[in-house]
């Protein structure tokens, strides 16, 4: 069964950083087709940032302020953001879109003004 594990949310103060951390078994990273999404209440889950053939794509509300990347040795897909908003408050999820839809459990981020 795969796997895909977030790690690193939590309470962070507006202006701020954070860097999650999803592990996924060795063959997910091999389709390049992972990446990062959030909910926040009342909302549809939103893309943040994601691999696609030609390199990461970011959502406009993030541009500039988020990176993804990956640690091969790790089994690791990685999100760091700055400036961090109240508006960037959401459930955030690890995703694979191959060889099907995977999605990690969530972690919670909360920007405090």
């Known amino acids: 069964q795969v796997q895909l594990v977030e790690s690193g949310g939590g309470l962070v103060q507006a202006g701020g950083s954070l860097r999650l951390s999803c592990t996924a078994p060795?063959?997910?990273?091999?389709?390049?087709?992972m990446g990062w999404y959030r909910q926040a209440p009342g909302k549809q889950r939103e893309l943040v940032g994601a691999?696609?053939?030609?390199?990461?794509r970011y959502a406009e509300s993030v541009e500039g302020r988020a990176r993804i990347s990956v640690d091969n040795v790790k089994n690791t897909l990685y999100l760091e953001m700055n400036n961090l908003k109240p508006e960037d408050t959401a459930v955030y999820y690890c995703?694979?879109?191959?060889?099907?839809?995977?999605w990690g459990q969530g972690t919670q981020v909360t920007v405090s003004s």
């Open positions: 995703n694979s879109r191959l060889p099907r839809q995977y």
């Open positions: 060795r063959i997910i990273f091999s389709f390049n087709a």
């Open positions: 691999f696609h053939g030609r390199g990461p």
